[in-house]
């Protein structure tokens, strides 16, 4: 009857033992997961960021663009230039071969470039 009672609490203390790791694991992973996602968010937001500054700086120093009057915005390195200003046809050529140039820019919508 002892071997039994010893057996059967040896059983039991392997069985949630074995269960807390399996619990322990769950609750672990689902953080870092979390953590993970968290990252790549907060790397793609600062790509974007660095891109567009990157495209006002380098359309504000062109001769021939009116880089003050071009709004910029990033979104998972898509870029879109816009303008309340017309810019010639050339100047909007200038200034989207400017952003395709930069790195980390997957693509340019200029149709918010309103050409003369």
């Known amino acids: 009857m002892k071997k039994f009672a010893i057996a059967a609490a040896t059983a039991t203390a392997l069985t949630l033992t074995m269960a807390n790791g399996a619990f322990a694991a769950e609750s672990t992973q689902a953080p870092v997961m979390l953590a993970s996602n968290t990252m790549d968010n907060a790397k793609q937001e600062g790509s974007d960021t660095w891109i567009t500054t990157k495209v006002k700086a380098d359309l504000m120093t062109e001769k021939g663009v009116p ?43 200029a149709d918010g470039l309103k050409a003369e």
């Not at 915005?73 to 140039?101: F, W």
């Open 67 to 109: 880089g003050s009057d071009i709004k910029v915005e990033t979104s998972h390195g898509v870029v879109s230039l816009s303008s309340d200003v017309k810019v010639t046809e050339a100047q909007k050529d200038t200034a989207v071969r400017i952003t395709k140039n930069i790195k980390g820019v997957k693509s340019v919508m």
